[in-house]
């Protein structure tokens, strides 16, 4: 579904991302694991195609198709979708304004969307306003719910969310990416960035890689990559390029 | 202009179209009064509702010696050139409206100022809310959808007594050839409430004002909000000014504007002269093609019981917001053009729904050339 080959990307003319190789079936979600600094929301945000990263070498193909160059809204209509660590707060911009302009069409009332994730009384604020962190987290998932994106990228799903609620959002996510229909007729897929690993308790990943400085340095199973990380830090994912 | 028409309804469909977007109903059924004044004629002029008078301003002067106490009081006559012009006429129009003790409108007043033909329009407008009486006004000026060149130059005084409100909302929509000169002042008195709203999204050749509260009364507390565009060739030179004269009063000056090529200067001044003063002025602004916008707020504190605050932003829009929204699949214009009627989205405390949602249509009209 997703293939990212050679992929050179630059920030501000210093290059952040260095010959990153990728590639993601449909119907698998991936996680991300890497120090502070090493790149993994770049990555995310040149998948998504924003303006910050440039993309200097290499190509990144979605459904058989090059999006290197394609605008934004374009990824997202191909069926991309984001769930923003930080998104921007919108003065004016109710959250269930937007989440009527996204729906184009589709029958589902957003208050009933909304009551799954308990958010039907932020649906009337200004979006990411005074939101607490857990609330843009549920916003963000609420958002995508609506979209329905076939891909998803997801920077730091749990950051910000008390237990309780972690446990909603798993499940949000785990049902988004399809974790509860059966491997054959999963379709959709994803790429999670997570430091603690605790969004693997909701869903298995079907893959894991360790950025660091820029370079993936280790592809394995997500939980190995965990066990190590925990124990021994990043250092070790230098060593053993597989786990 | 043809002696049959009696009504906004007579109008050519046209000019009744422009009209409406400024808030303007032709269905009496919705309005408690209305005055329509076409040029320098008086079409029509009328209250239905209890205890609210609304009059021609001239027949006013005549019936009432009282209203003496009331006309240049607030806006002196020699203020400037357009105060002295308006003082000059020897058969002064506009609109002479006056709640007595105690009387609410629910549904609101409404005033038409229409300009139709090449020349100068002029009124002088007097609105009284008496002791614990309420007034909601909305004037609608607009001129000919035909292309005229004119002026039109207002001086309206608001007297709001203890314990009384008026909300006046004002929907411009003028032509690129008109300059406009409102000269507004407010009278407050103890525990009144005042609430200035200033839409102005259309062309215009000119805009000038400055209309000052004065809060003359314990407790009285005014709010100004205006949201304006400047299309190319179109200045806005407006600020409104709030004096906390008395203890407990406070006055918040809200702004947002957006330049696409004209110039805003956006003014604002508050002073804080007694004790437990609150007054903060906020102006927002959007750059959207090379005009500008100048944000000049002033806070004057001059005891030590006042708390004044201003916060002024420009720019353009972040780029960060419209990616955010393309990510969900808006296009870039559907992105901007949703980021921009969010930034002009000021609700207003204390509005009636009825005139917060025309003000939000006239939004709505201008959204297409966002």
Redesign the interface.
């Known amino acids: 579904m997703l293939e990212i080959e050679d992929l050179h990307v630059e920030v501000g003319n210093k290059e952040i991302l260095h010959d990153i190789n990728l590639r993601i079936e449909k119907g698998e979600t991936h996680v991300l694991m890497g120090p502070n600094g090493s790149g993994k929301s770049t990555l995310l945000m040149a998948i998504?195609g924003?303006?910050g990263p440039r993309v200097t070498k290499g190509l990144i193909v979605f459904k058989g198709k090059d999006i290197t160059d394609m605008?934004?809204?374009e990824?997202?209509?191909m069926g991309i979708?984001?769930m923003?660590q930080r998104?921007?707060t919108?003065?004016?911009?109710k959250l269930g304004k937007?989440l009527n302009?996204?729906k184009?069409g589709n029958d589902q009332t957003i208050e009933d969307y909304a009551k799954s994730l308990n958010m039907e009384a932020l649906l009337n604020r200004?979006i990411n306003r005074g939101f607490s962190g857990g609330e843009i987290k549920r916003s963000e998932v609420l958002?995508l719910i609506v979209?329905k994106p076939d891909f998803m990228l997801l920077d730091e799903p749990e950051s910000g969310v008390d237990l309780e609620n972690m446990a909603l959002m798993g499940r949000s996510i785990a049902h988004l990416l399809e974790k509860d229909r059966h491997l054959v007729h999963r379709e959709k897929g994803g790429l999670i960035i997570t430091h603690t690993g605790y969004i693997l308790d909701y869903l298995d990943a079907d893959g894991g890689h360790v950025l660091i400085d820029g370079e993936i340095r280790c592809h394995g199973n997500p939980r190995e990559i965990l066990k190590v990380v925990k124990r021994s830090g990043y250092r070790e994912c230098l060593k053993c390029p597989q786990i | 202009m043809p002696a049959d028409i009696k009504g906004l309804g007579d109008l050519p469909q046209q000019e009744k179209e422009r009209l409406r977007q400024t808030g303007l109903e032709e269905d009496m059924t919705k309005r408690a009064g209305s005055y329509f004044q076409i040029n320098q004629e008086v079409i029509q002029a009328g209250s239905q509702a209890e205890g609210i008078e609304v009059l021609p301003i001239s027949e006013a002067l005549e019936k009432y010696d009282e209203l003496k106490e009331y006309y240049w009081k607030a806006v002196p006559k020699e203020k400037d050139k357009y105060t002295a012009y308006v003082a000059r006429q020897k058969e002064p129009r506009g609109v002479f409206i006056r709640a007595r003790e105690g009387a609410k409108t629910v549904l609101p007043l409404q005033a038409c100022l229409y300009l139709a033909a090449e020349r100068v329009q002029h009124v002088h407008n007097i609105i009284i809310a008496e002791k614990g009486a309420e007034v909601h006004l909305i004037s609608g000026c607009a001129s000919a959808t035909h292309n005229v060149a004119g002026a039109h130059i207002g001086v309206t005084e608001f007297y709001v007594g203890e314990g009384a409100k008026i909300t006046s909302t004002m929907i411009h929509s003028w032509g690129a050839k008109i300059s406009v000169f409102p000269r507004s002042a407010a009278f407050i008195e103890k525990g009144g409430t005042f609430l200035s709203n200033y839409v102005c999204l259309q062309p215009v050749k000119k805009i000038e004002m400055y209309p000052t509260a004065f809060l003359r009364g314990e407790g009285a507390m005014a709010r100004f909000s205006s949201i304006v565009m400047a299309l190319p060739a179109s200045t806005f030179d407006i600020g409104s000014r709030a004096i906390l004269g008395e203890k407990g009063s406070s006055a918040e000056l809200i702004t947002r504007a957006i330049t696409r090529g004209g110039n805003v200067i956006s003014r604002g001044h508050v002073v804080g002269a007694s004790d437990g003063t609150k007054g903060h002025i906020e102006c927002?602004g959007l750059i959207l093609g090379d005009g500008l916008i100048h944000a000049i707020p002033e806070i004057e504190g001059k005891v030590m019981g006042t708390e004044l605050s201003h916060e002024a932003a420009v720019g353009k829009i972040?780029?960060?917001?419209i990616?955010?929204?393309?990510?969900?699949?808006?296009?870039?214009e559907?992105?901007t053009a949703?980021?921009i009627?969010?930034?002009?989205?000021?609700k207003i405390q204390g509005l009636p729904d009825v005139l917060q949602k025309q003000i939000d249509a006239a939004i709505d009209a201008a959204e297409k050339g966002f």
């Open positions: 998504m924003f303006s605008p934004v809204n990824r997202a209509k979708g984001i923003f998104p921007p919108i003065a004016g911009l937007l302009v996204v184009r200004d958002q979209q | 927002r972040a780029r960060e917001e990616e955010y929204l393309m990510a969900r699949g808006l296009t870039e559907e992105s949703t980021i009627r969010g930034f002009l989205d000021v």
